[in-house]
C-alpha cells in the first residue's frame, strides 16, 4: 500500500510584469504566478502535482486555502484515492465550513482546483498513462461517476450523461489514432498583448501566420481608436483567411460592450472575449443578440459548472472557454464539457497564464476523443511562455498541440524553477529584494 | 489631521457547534466566526470596526485576504478617506492582481466587505452619527457617487438612480421619527434550528409569538417527514396569521426544490429561501414559476450586485436578502437596494451569525426612510445569540429592531470578547486544546 505522506504548497511567481507579457484591459501588471501542490508519497518517484493560476499578489491567500482544503488528504492510501475518484472530490468538496466561504468559487474554488489536479495527476501517473488516456480508457459510467452532477440535474441527468458518452465510445480509437497524427489545432494570444508596441503586433502576427496557425487573438478594451488601428494592422498582415479573435477582458459594461464590438466589426471577429462581468449571464446573451454574426466567448473567470449551466441555458455564448485551474478540476470539468455536447457549444479552452497549456492539451484530446467527437469550431488557446518550467511541457507543432505521451497531467514544474522562483524565498525574488 | 496607524485582523471563533445552534440541512457543525478589521487611528479613542462572517474552518484564509485588501489603508489620513468614500472603495477594488481571485467573489469579495465595512464605521463615527443616520443625511447625489454602478448600468442608470432617490427626499423626517417611535420589524430564525427537538421547537415558537413576532423562519430540506412534522407543529403553535418562512440551505437540486416545496405547501409558508444553488438565477426563476404563490427568497450567499441584477432581470425572487457582510459593503448594499427599488422587490436582509443584525438594522432603517418608503412586505432577520460580544448590541422590542443611536456601524467587539475568543490563542480555545 503507498501512503500519501504530506501535501506540500508551493507559492511560485515569475516576474512577467518586467516585459507586458499578459497585459490587457483589465491587468496591466500581471506576475503570472502559481499555487502549486506536491502529494508526497512513500513510493520513491511518485508523486502528484497540480496547481491554480494566479497574477501575482494574493497567490498566498489560495496557498493557505489549498493547504487547508488538502490536509484531510495526508495519511490516505494511494489506492484507495484513486481507485474512487468521485469519492474523494466530494469527500473534500463536503467540508461546510469551508464551503461557506464560495461555495464553488473565488479562492477557495481556486484552491480545491489545485488540489484536485494534483490528484488526477498522481491518478495518472499511477496508472503510467497521460491523463488523457487515462480518462479515455474510462467507461461512460465510469467517466458519469466522477463527474459533479448536482445543481445540474435540471439540464442533465445521470442517464442522459451516460448516453452523450456511449454515442462515441466505440469509435474512440479512431480519433485518438487522429491526434497522434495531427494533434489538436490551437490558436495564439502571444501576438496579441496591450503593452505591445505596433511593430512587434505586426511581426508577431506575421509570425503566427508563418508558423501554421489559423486563429490569431488579440487584447481591445482600452482605448477605442488604438484597437482600430491595432486590428486594422492585424487583418493587413494575417489576411482574409486566418480567423481574428478580440478579447476585452471584462472592461465594458452591456451596452457599452455591443456599442465597442459593433464599431470594430469591419475587421470581422470570430468571436469577441469577455465583454463583460464573467457573472453575467444574462448580459453575455444581450450582447450576444445584439452582435451577431460576431460570437461571443467567455468562460476563463466562469466560477463553476451553475453558471455555465446557465450560459447554456440562456443561449448565451457560442464558444465555451474553461478554464483548468478555475474549475475543480476533473470532476467539474467533464460536467461543463458533457452539457456543451448537449447543448452544442464547442469548448474552446483558456489558456496561457502559468501551465495552462500543459493541461488543457489533455482536456481538448478527451473532448474530441470521447465526447464532442468533432474538430468544428474548436481550437484551443496557446501562448508560448513559461513552458520552460515544467518537466514535460507542451509541444506545438504546425499551429497544434502534440499529443501528450507522458504519465500525468503535465503539471510538474522542474525543481530549478522552483528554487529561483518560490515566492519570497527562492533566488530570483531574493535578489530582486537585495536589489531594490 | 488624522491618520490610519496600522490596521489589525483578528480571528473571532465562537464554539456555537457545541449546542447545535445555526444547524441547517447543508452546515451542521458551524463555529460562527469573523475575520474582524480594526484600523488604528491617531486620534484617541477613534477606530474603525469592521467584519466578515464565516462558520469556522477558513476564517483564516478571511484573515489574511483582508489583511493584503487593507494595506493601502495604512498611513492615509481620515479626512481624506472619509471625504471620498467612493474613491477608496474604487481604490481597494481596482487591483487587478487580486481582482483575478474572484472577481468580486468568493474570500476576496468577503474581504473587501470586511474592511470596507471597517471603512464605513469609522467615517460614522467621524460624523458622530449612527450609519443609517450618515447615509440618510446624504443628498441622493451624494449616495450615488458612492455606489458602485459598473456592470450594471443596462438596468439602472446613474441619472436613474438619482431619481429614485430624489422622489423620497423630502419626506425623509417623517420616516425616520416612525423608525424611532415604532423600529424596523423582523423575524426570528432562533426557533428553527434543524439540531432542535420537537420539544424545544413547540416552546421557541411559542416565546416568538408572545414576543410579538409575526414572522417565524424553520429549516427544512434534511428529512421530508421530519420537515412535514415540524411544521405541523408549527402551525400549531403559532396559528394561521403569524407568517411561517422556510429555509432549505441550498440543498435541492431545480427538480427536487420544486417537489419538495410542492409536499410542504399545505403549511402556506410565506417563502422558501435557498432552495438551491445562489448561484443559479433561471432556477430559481423556474422554482418560482412552480411554486407560486409561494415566494422564493435568496442572496445570503449572493455574490455580487451582477448576480443580484439577473435575480431581478429574470424575476426569479420575491424577497431580495442580501448580506451586509458578503456584498462590499454600502457602495454595492447601495446598488442591490436601488435595483430592487427599481424592479420593485422588498430587500429582508439576511442576519444572524457572527453581528450580522447589528449592522442590517442600519441598513433596513435607510432603505425604508431614503429608497423604498415602505414596510410592506418587509421584515428583517433576528437571530438571538452572540449579541453580547458587542459594545453596542442591537435591540429587539415587540418583534421590531429598536432604532440604534451611537455613532458608527454598530461593529465594535468587545475587548473581553477579543481576549477569549481570538483564535486559537484566546483563552477560551488556548484552553480547549489544554482540555482535549
Not at 489558456?351 to 473532448?367: K, T
Request: contains cysteine; hydrophobic residues 45%.
Amino acid at each position: 500500500m503507498t501512503i500519501i505522506t504530506s501535501v506540500d504548497v508551493v507559492d511560485v511567481r515569475f516576474p512577467t510584469s518586467l516585459t507586458a507579457d499578459g497585459s490587457d484591459a483589465m491587468n496591466k501588471d500581471a506576475d503570472y504566478s502559481a499555487a502549486y501542490v506536491i502529494l508526497h508519497t512513500d513510493q520513491p518517484g511518485l508523486g502528484g502535482y497540480g496547481f491554480t493560476f494566479t497574477i501575482g499578489r494574493g497567490n498566498e491567500v489560495c496557498v493557505l486555502a489549498a493547504e487547508l482544503r488538502a490536509r484531510p488528504l495526508v495519511g490516505r492510501s494511494v489506492e484507495e484515492l484513486v481507485g474512487d475518484l468521485g469519492g474523494i472530490y466530494r469527500e473534500l468538496k463536503s467540508d461546510s465550513q469551508l464551503r461557506w466561504l464560495g461555495p464553488e468559487k473565488g479562492v477557495e474554488h481556486l484552491a480545491m482546483a489545485a488540489v484536485m489536479n494534483a490528484v488526477w495527476d498522481l491518478a495518472a501517473r499511477v496508472a503510467g498513462k497521460p491523463l488523457w488516456r487515462l480518462l479515455t480508457d474510462m467507461t461512460p459510467e465510469q467517466l458519469v461517476d466522477v463527474a459533479d452532477l448536482s445543481y445540474v440535474s435540471d439540464v442533465l441527468t445521470r442517464e442522459e450523461a451516460i448516453g452523450l458518452l456511449a454515442e462515441l465510445a466505440p469509435t474512440r480509437a479512431e480519433r485518438v489514432e487522429r491526434m497522434a497524427a495531427s494533434g489538436y489545432p490551437c490558436y495564439t494570444t502571444s501576438a496579441g498583448w496591450l503593452g505591445y508596441s505596433d511593430e512587434k503586433l505586426r511581426r508577431l502576427c506575421q509570425e503566427a501566420v508563418d508558423a501554421g496557425y489559423t486563429h490569431v487573438k488579440l487584447k481591445v478594451g482600452a482605448n477605442l481608436d488604438d484597437d482600430l488601428r491595432r486590428l486594422r494592422i492585424a487583418r493587413e498582415v494575417i489576411g482574409d483567411e486566418v480567423n481574428l479573435m478580440i478579447d476585452a477582458n471584462q472592461v465594458w459594461d452591456v451596452p457599452e460592450a455591443i456599442e465597442w464590438v459593433k464599431a470594430l466589426a469591419e475587421f470581422k471577429p470570430l468571436w469577441i472575449e469577455e465583454p463583460t462581468s464573467p457573472d453575467d449571464v444574462l448580459g453575455h446573451a444581450a450582447i450576444r443578440r445584439a452582435v451577431a454574426p460576431i460570437g461571443v466567448a467567455t468562460g476563463e473567470h466562469g466560477m463553476n459548472r451553475v453558471l455555465f449551466k446557465q450560459f447554456f441555458q440562456a443561449e448565451a455564448i457560442d464558444f465555451c472557454q474553461l478554464d483548468s485551474a478555475r474549475l475543480a478540476s476533473i470532476n467539474e470539468i467533464l460536467t461543463v464539457y458533457l452539457m456543451a455536447k448537449k447543448f452544442g457549444i464547442p469548448v474552446c479552452p483558456h489558456a496561457g497564464g502559468v501551465g495552462l497549456c500543459e493541461l488543457v492539451q489533455h482536456l481538448s484530446v478527451f473532448d474530441y476523443v470521447a465526447v464532442s467527437g468533432t474538430l468544428e469550431n474548436r481550437v484551443t488557446e496557446f501562448v508560448d511562455h513559461l513552458h520552460e518550467h515544467f518537466v514535460e511541457p507542451c509541444v506545438v507543432e504546425n499551429g497544434a498541440y502534440v499529443l501528450p505521451v507522458a504519465a500525468g497531467y503535465s503539471a510538474e514544474m522542474t525543481a530549478a524553477t522552483l528554487e529561483e522562483f518560490a515566492y519570497p524565498a527562492g533566488s530570483y525574488w531574493a535578489g530582486a529584494a537585495r536589489r531594490a
